[in-house]
Protein backbone atom coordinates (compact mmCIF):
# COMPACT_ATOMS: atom_id res chain seq x y z
CA UNK A 1 0.00 0.00 0.00
CA UNK A 2 2.86 2.67 0.82
CA UNK A 3 3.77 2.17 -2.62
CA UNK A 4 1.29 3.96 -4.11
CA UNK A 5 2.01 7.06 -2.38
CA UNK A 6 4.78 7.90 -4.85
CA UNK A 7 2.77 6.75 -7.63
CA UNK A 8 0.05 9.25 -6.54
CA UNK A 9 2.64 12.25 -6.10
CA UNK A 10 4.19 11.35 -9.19
CA UNK A 11 0.63 11.14 -11.52
CA UNK A 12 -0.65 14.64 -8.99
CA UNK A 13 2.46 16.66 -10.34
CA UNK A 14 1.77 15.36 -14.00
CA UNK A 15 -1.19 16.23 -13.97
CA UNK A 16 -0.69 19.56 -12.67
CA UNK A 17 2.81 20.23 -14.78
CA UNK A 18 0.47 19.83 -18.06
CA UNK A 19 -2.30 21.76 -16.59
CA UNK A 20 -3.29 23.65 -20.29
CA UNK A 21 -2.39 27.22 -19.83
CA UNK A 22 -5.13 29.69 -21.01
CA UNK A 23 -3.80 32.16 -23.60
CA UNK A 24 -4.37 35.47 -24.30
CA UNK A 25 -6.75 35.16 -27.67
CA UNK A 26 -7.43 38.97 -28.89
CA UNK A 27 -10.73 39.25 -27.74
CA UNK A 28 -9.20 38.85 -24.56
CA UNK A 29 -6.93 41.50 -24.88
CA UNK A 30 -9.48 43.87 -26.34
CA UNK A 31 -11.70 43.47 -23.46
CA UNK A 32 -8.87 43.88 -20.83
CA UNK A 33 -7.73 46.83 -22.67
CA UNK A 34 -11.38 48.43 -22.70
CA UNK A 35 -12.22 47.25 -19.37
CA UNK A 36 -8.42 49.53 -18.10
CA UNK A 37 -9.56 52.58 -20.41
CA UNK A 38 -12.88 52.55 -19.50
CA UNK A 39 -14.23 50.91 -16.88
CA UNK A 40 -14.21 52.96 -13.52
CA UNK A 41 -16.68 50.87 -11.32
CA UNK A 42 -14.54 48.65 -8.42
CA UNK A 43 -17.29 45.53 -8.54
CA UNK A 44 -17.77 45.27 -12.59
CA UNK A 45 -13.45 45.36 -12.76
CA UNK A 46 -13.51 42.53 -9.65
CA UNK A 47 -16.16 40.66 -11.88
CA UNK A 48 -13.99 40.72 -14.61
CA UNK A 49 -10.75 39.89 -12.52
CA UNK A 50 -12.69 36.91 -11.29
CA UNK A 51 -13.41 35.69 -14.67
CA UNK A 52 -10.02 36.20 -15.82
CA UNK A 53 -8.80 34.31 -13.02
CA UNK A 54 -11.01 31.36 -13.85
CA UNK A 55 -9.14 31.67 -17.61
CA UNK A 56 -6.40 31.01 -15.70
CA UNK A 57 -4.83 34.23 -16.66
CA UNK A 58 -3.62 35.62 -13.09
CA UNK A 59 -1.36 38.73 -14.54
CA UNK A 60 -4.75 40.21 -16.35
CA UNK A 61 -6.55 39.82 -13.11
CA UNK A 62 -3.77 41.25 -10.73
CA UNK A 63 -4.14 44.31 -12.88
CA UNK A 64 -7.50 44.64 -12.99
CA UNK A 65 -7.68 44.20 -9.15
CA UNK A 66 -5.08 47.24 -8.91
CA UNK A 67 -7.37 49.14 -11.48
CA UNK A 68 -10.00 48.83 -9.19
CA UNK A 69 -8.34 49.94 -5.85
CA UNK A 70 -8.07 53.27 -7.42
CA UNK A 71 -10.93 54.67 -6.32
CA UNK A 72 -10.11 53.83 -2.44
CA UNK A 73 -7.05 56.03 -2.37
CA UNK A 74 -6.40 58.31 0.14
CA UNK A 75 -5.88 62.12 -0.18
CA UNK A 76 -1.99 61.94 0.40
CA UNK A 77 -1.88 59.45 -1.97
CA UNK A 78 -4.09 61.21 -4.39
CA UNK A 79 -1.70 64.25 -4.11
CA UNK A 80 1.25 62.00 -4.15
CA UNK A 81 0.33 60.51 -7.86
CA UNK A 82 -0.45 64.24 -8.91
CA UNK A 83 3.20 65.56 -7.70
CA UNK A 84 4.50 62.37 -9.35
CA UNK A 85 2.50 63.15 -12.65
CA UNK A 86 3.05 66.93 -12.69
CA UNK A 87 6.94 66.14 -11.88
CA UNK A 88 7.19 63.88 -15.47
CA UNK A 89 5.22 66.43 -17.58
CA UNK A 90 7.65 69.37 -16.70
CA UNK A 91 10.88 67.15 -17.44
CA UNK A 92 12.73 66.79 -20.43
CA UNK A 93 14.22 63.64 -18.82
CA UNK A 94 13.18 60.38 -21.16
CA UNK A 95 13.99 58.19 -18.66
CA UNK A 96 12.36 59.84 -15.60
CA UNK A 97 9.15 60.14 -17.38
CA UNK A 98 9.28 56.37 -17.99
CA UNK A 99 9.93 55.49 -15.15
CA UNK A 100 6.70 57.44 -13.86
CA UNK A 101 4.76 55.64 -16.28
CA UNK A 102 6.04 52.29 -15.11
CA UNK A 103 4.89 53.82 -11.55
CA UNK A 104 1.53 54.47 -12.63
CA UNK A 105 1.14 50.96 -14.75
CA UNK A 106 1.69 49.60 -11.24
CA UNK A 107 -0.62 51.76 -9.36
CA UNK A 108 -3.51 50.47 -12.36
CA UNK A 109 -3.79 54.10 -13.84
CA UNK A 110 -2.90 52.40 -17.41
CA UNK A 111 -4.22 55.89 -18.94
CA UNK A 112 -1.87 57.72 -17.39
CA UNK A 113 0.52 55.61 -18.45
CA UNK A 114 -0.24 55.61 -21.76
CA UNK A 115 -0.29 59.66 -21.54
CA UNK A 116 3.18 59.28 -20.34
CA UNK A 117 4.64 56.93 -22.73
CA UNK A 118 3.05 58.90 -25.52
CA UNK A 119 5.10 61.93 -23.90
CA UNK A 120 8.47 60.14 -23.99
CA UNK A 121 8.02 59.08 -27.02
CA UNK A 122 7.68 62.79 -28.42
CA UNK A 123 10.33 63.74 -26.20
CA UNK A 124 12.81 61.36 -27.91
CA UNK A 125 11.37 62.28 -31.21
CA UNK A 126 12.33 65.63 -30.39
CA UNK A 127 16.22 64.87 -29.05
CA UNK A 128 16.91 63.30 -32.71
CA UNK A 129 15.67 66.53 -34.65
CA UNK A 130 18.96 67.98 -36.00
CA UNK A 131 19.03 72.09 -34.83
CA UNK A 132 19.17 74.60 -37.95
CA UNK A 133 21.48 77.19 -36.87
CA UNK A 134 20.81 80.22 -39.18
CA UNK A 135 24.02 82.93 -39.21
CA UNK A 136 23.08 85.97 -40.47
CA UNK A 137 24.34 87.41 -44.03
CA UNK A 138 25.96 90.56 -43.41
CA UNK A 139 27.08 91.11 -47.34
CA UNK A 140 23.62 91.33 -48.86
CA UNK A 141 20.33 92.18 -46.94
CA UNK A 142 16.97 90.21 -47.49
CA UNK A 143 15.22 90.66 -50.82
CA UNK A 144 13.14 93.80 -50.28
CA UNK A 145 15.09 95.40 -47.52
CA UNK A 146 17.36 98.18 -48.74
CA UNK A 147 20.27 99.55 -46.21
CA UNK A 148 21.02 103.01 -46.02
Request: no cysteine.
Amino acid sequence: MLFLIPIAAFVGWRVHANRKKSTVTPERKAIFSAAMKVLKDPTKLEKLADVFDKENLPDYAIQLRTRAGLPNRTEEQKQSYATRLKTAINSKDVKLVLSTADFFHKVGASSTESYLRNYASGLKAAADIVPVIISPNTESPPAGVTTK
